[in-house]
């Protein structure tokens, strides 16, 4: 039996290797999306992004035979201890082979970093929070990941839990197939009357997004977002340098009409709904590489994809009764394509967040994965 190899990431070159272990780890897995190996060194660049200001960041691979097998993050964020207090870590960016030998090292290295600088508790995995990809997937092996979104295998949740990681909490993520809804299949009649109530009764309109002026219109998407999930678990507000660094990086995939505000009629911002095209549909066929030939499939696949993901979508407190949730909903069922994108997934959602989920199934959606959050006591 060769023996499993724990390295930290000291370099550059380190740093690739890093990125590129999923390639390996799921060289077999034919659900899998490979992301660009471009986008993933930028948002792992301590200099680039903006995270790295206020969390101390470790990254490990594991290696046997000089083969990569496996790798993780382990990480404190200063704003988490300020926001949600305790002495927590996390860890993430976690992957690896079927082989429990190899798991179990790398949540111990993790873990034990983490109980070197005194944290008490572990949650993950997060890259790097609940704001970005989390969650191990738990079911919905079958289908690919939509974007932003961690892909699996059904073994990796056996390996966490064997590595002494028990459950803190499950995400969904609601398939809805828009199209039906848009060709007349009823949903709830109380969202279309929650939704009408919204503009008629409380002066509140839904307008797109505008290119153009990004940088504002992420702004204000920013005022709302850290608002509206401000009470949801595992939440941490997410900071302007951090909005303007993933609002760079989602440049060329925002589609305005996918983009959505809520506003009075004196200009405030109400509410927001950030759906992304599916570029992973795109990048499926990149290889995780632009040159020489990816770029030519992401200018000519994004005319073909076919689904989106509501990736937020969430009110200012003050207006959550007002139906601007509703709303926004019913905005996203006129925006769909006959010709073009027709169905969508939402999520991910906690599993005790019933006020949208419910809304969820009224609407037609149904949970086709489910992701889970673990957690660890560090002694």
Not at 330 to 355: C, F, R, S, Y
Request: hydrophobic share 40%; proline share 4%.
């Amino acid at each position: 039996m060769s023996k499993v190899e724990i390295r930290r990431v000291e370099s550059k070159k380190d740093l690739k290797k890093f990125v590129k272990v999923p390639f390996a780890v799921h060289r077999d897995h034919p659900e899998w999306v490979p992301p660009l190996i471009m986008d993933r060194m930028d948002f792992l660049n301590q200099k680039k992004n903006p995270y790295f200001d206020h969390a101390e960041v470790e990254l490990w691979i594991a290696e046997k035979d000089g083969e990569p097998v496996g790798r993780i993050s382990a990480q404190i964020d200063q704003n988490w201890d300020e926001y949600r207090g305790g002495k927590d870590g996390q860890f993430g960016f976690f992957e690896t082979t079927d082989d429990q030998e190899v798991a179990t090292a790398l949540l111990d290295t993790g873990s034990e970093w983490l109980a070197g600088k005194g944290r008490e508790k572990v949650y993950g995995p997060m890259d790097f929070t609940t704001n970005d990809e989390i969650g191990i997937q738990i079911s919905g092996f079958d289908l690919k990941p939509v974007i932003l979104e961690n892909c699996h295998q059904p073994y990796f949740q056996e390996r966490v839990e064997g590595a002494g990681f028990t459950k803190a909490m499950d995400l969904l993520m609601w398939h809805l197939e828009m199209g039906k809804l848009a060709r007349g299949l009823e949903f709830h009649p109380a969202i279309m009357e929650a939704a009408q109530q919204s503009l008629d009764e409380h002066g509140i309109t839904i307008r797109n997004m505008r290119r153009s002026d990004l940088a504002n219109e992420m702004e204000r998407f920013h005022q709302v977002y850290n608002e509206a999930w401000g009470d949801n678990w595992g939440f941490v507000p997410i900071t302007r340098e951090e909005v303007e660094f993933h609002a760079k990086t989602l440049k060329l995939v925002i589609d305005e009409d996918w983009a959505m505000i809520a506003e009075t009629d004196d200009g405030e911002t109400v509410g927001a709904a950030l759906t992304l095209p599916d570029i992973n549909q795109v990048l499926a066929k990149m290889g995780g590489k632009v040159f020489p030939t990816g770029w030519f499939h992401f200018l000519t696949g994004r005319r073909k994809i076919d689904q989106v993901r509501i990736f937020a979508l969430g009110v200012k407190k003050a207006y959550q009764h007002t139906g601007v949730a509703a709303a926004l909903y019913v905005k996203h069922i006129q925006t769909t394509d006959p010709d073009g994108i027709m169905k969508g997934d939402a999520g991910w959602i906690l599993e005790t967040n019933e006020p949208m989920n419910r809304a969820l199934e009224g609407m037609g959606a149904e949970v086709t994965k489910k992701f889970r959050v673990y957690e660890k006591t560090l002694n």
